[in-house]
């Protein structure tokens, strides 16, 4: 070693430290503030992972970002919300149409609402799908955006990944999550219905866990209770764990739609008293008799709805759909 040549190097470790202290406490200054954009904003389709079958074949699993708080869209599956099956990068190029009647409808929402709405449906693929993507191509506000697809190694899933992307079970990592199954739904009646505007549809399904994981565990605050209000301290958005089920639209304008009771959000609003599971304080409902979840829905405007109704225990999720056709 030269002589001086440690000096050297503490110097050229430590100025860096100095500047980057100064840029730190210079972001104090200049630092922009965070907005919560309400509307204005687009929605980006998100590809969240996939898992093998026990046939062979996988399972790829797809969700979306809404980066408005309240705005919501509705997209008819065609040139706007299409799927395609293609080799892989062979449509990284956004300005490439390739929407194709045949194949773009994969069961994907048409309704979107608001903020992260996560592992929200899957697409099976065969067991030779080899290195192809399915591509989720969603357009707003005049900006194409797609979602990829694959059976890449690293996009390898299972129940617990699901678990902590919801912030599953207060965020637990707890390895017992990996063989979490999820709530089974049995719906009561005929999943295609008719019924007029104006007229409540009744809707009835039956829920249970078949494992009862994870543990349902007391909510952070009750309902009632005397304690005050605390923000949430966590970086990452977390819900407790216990059985819920909720109706949503999946396909058609839900401002035409009116649930009774009101449904909890299944999305991932997190702002206080937001009626979510990921919204403090939220108080797990008690299981009604049985586990049967009743509701009604009535639609003031006529047309063809997709009522998707989604049971979780705080770290999975199941679906079961109503297909309903609205007349005058």
């Given at each position: 070693m030269k002589p001086g040549s440690r000096l050297s190097s503490l110097q050229f470790r430590v100025v860096p430290v100095f500047f980057l202290a100064l840029f730190i406490g210079s972001q104090s200054v200049i630092a922009q503030p965070r907005y919560m954009q309400l509307s204005g904003e687009i929605v980006s389709p998100a590809f969240e992972g996939w898992w093998p079958n026990a046939d062979g074949t996988f399972k790829l699993f797809y969700g979306y970002m809404n980066s408005n708080w309240r705005q919501q869209f509705d997209i008819s599956v065609?040139?706007?919300?299409?799927?395609?099956?293609?080799?892989?990068?062979?449509?990284?190029?956004?300005?490439?149409?390739?929407?194709?009647?045949?194949?773009?409808?994969?069961?994907?929402?048409?309704?979107?609402?608001?903020?992260?709405?996560?592992?929200?449906?899957?697409?099976?693929?065969?067991?030779?799908?080899?290195?192809?993507?399915?591509?989720?191509?969603?357009?707003?506000?005049?900006?194409?955006?797609?979602?990829?697809?694959?059976?890449?190694?690293?996009?390898?899933?299972?129940?617990?990944?699901?678990?902590?992307?919801?912030?599953?079970?207060?965020?637990?990592?707890?390895?017992?999550?990996?063989?979490?199954?999820?709530?089974?739904?049995?719906?009561?009646?005929?999943?295609?219905?008719?019924?007029?505007?104006?007229?409540?549809?009744?809707?009835?399904?039956?829920?249970?866990?078949?494992?009862d994981l994870p543990p349902p565990r007391d909510s952070r605050m009750r309902a009632g209770s005397n304690q005050p209000y605390r923000p949430p301290s966590a970086i990452v958005v977390m819900s407790p764990p216990g059985l819920r089920f909720s109706w949503t639209i999946y396909r058609g304008p839900a401002k035409y739609a009116?649930?009774?009771?009101?449904?909890?959000?299944?999305?991932?609003?997190?702002?206080?008293?937001?009626?979510?599971?990921?919204?403090?304080?939220?108080?797990?409902?008690?299981?009604?008799?049985?586990?049967?979840?009743?509701?009604?829905?009535?639609?003031?405007?006529?047309?063809?709805?997709?009522?998707?109704?989604?049971?979780?225990?705080?770290?999975?999720?199941t679906y079961q759909n109503i297909n309903v056709t609205v007349t005058r």
């Open positions: 065609g040139p706007d919300n299409y799927f395609t099956f293609t080799e892989a990068g062979g449509l990284d190029d956004l300005s490439m149409d390739a929407y194709d009647f045949v194949v773009a409808d994969q069961g994907q929402p048409t309704h979107l609402y608001p903020r992260r709405n996560p592992f929200l449906f899957t697409i099976d693929v065969p067991a030779d799908f080899g290195t192809r993507e399915l591509v989720w191509t969603l357009r707003t506000r005049d900006q194409t955006n797609r979602a990829y697809g694959s059976l890449k190694p690293d996009y390898r899933i299972d129940p617990q990944v699901i678990s902590t992307e919801v912030g599953g079970n207060f965020g637990s990592l707890s390895d017992a999550l990996r063989t979490n199954i999820p709530p089974e739904i049995r719906l009561e009646g005929e999943s295609f219905r008719s019924v007029r505007v104006g007229q409540a549809l009744s809707l009835a399904v039956r829920v249970h866990d078949p494992d009116t649930f009774n009771p009101v449904q909890f959000k299944t999305y991932i609003d997190s702002r206080a008293y937001a009626n979510s599971p990921w919204s403090p304080p939220y108080t797990v409902p008690t299981p009604p008799e049985e586990g049967r979840w009743t509701a009604e829905v009535t639609f003031n405007q006529p047309g063809e709805y997709v009522l998707r109704g989604i049971a979780s225990d705080g770290s999975m999720f």
